[in-house]
């Protein structure tokens, strides 16, 4: 039997499905501004570059999270989709919502 490959790897880290890596990050907002949110993006790209994965993307950012789209944007990724109207935004209401995508191959 094949063997599996791992559906989650440490917290806030990708969850890894077939050639991409699925991530996700977040920092407590006492700790934020220090590159905590960057620190892990890298290790998990790292980490998903280690175990054969080609690329990483973000499933769904609302396109109303401003400091994650500048973040992942610094760090690489690029939107390549949009679901209309995806994400009920508690002040703004129904918002959009962006897939982020990087390949990780150099
Ligand atoms: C987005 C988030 C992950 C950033 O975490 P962080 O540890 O503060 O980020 P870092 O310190 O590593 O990086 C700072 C960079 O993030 C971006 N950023 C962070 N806060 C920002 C803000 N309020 N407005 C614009 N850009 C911002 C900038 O690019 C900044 O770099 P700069 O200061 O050179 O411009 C954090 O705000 C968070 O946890 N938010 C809530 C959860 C969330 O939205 N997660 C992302 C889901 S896709």
Redesign the pocket.
């Given at each position: 039997m094949t063997p599996r490959r791992p559906t989650a790897v440490p917290s806030r880290a990708p969850a890894c499905v077939g050639r991409d890596a699925g991530a996700?990050?977040?920092?407590r907002a006492s700790?934020?501004?220090?590159?905590?949110?960057?620190?892990m993006c890298e290790h998990s790209q790292a980490i998903a570059r280690s175990l054969g994965y080609k690329a990483m993307q973000?499933n769904f950012?609302a396109s109303s999270?401003?400091?994650?789209i500048?973040?992942?944007n610094?760090l690489g990724f690029a939107s390549v989709g949009r679901l209309p109207k995806a994400f009920n935004h508690p002040a703004r209401g129904y918002v959009d919502a962006l897939v982020l995508y990087k390949w990780l191959e150099t």
């Open positions: 996700s990050a977040g920092a700790a934020r501004g220090r590159g905590l949110a960057t620190a973000f950012v999270n401003e400091a994650a500048k973040l992942w610094k």
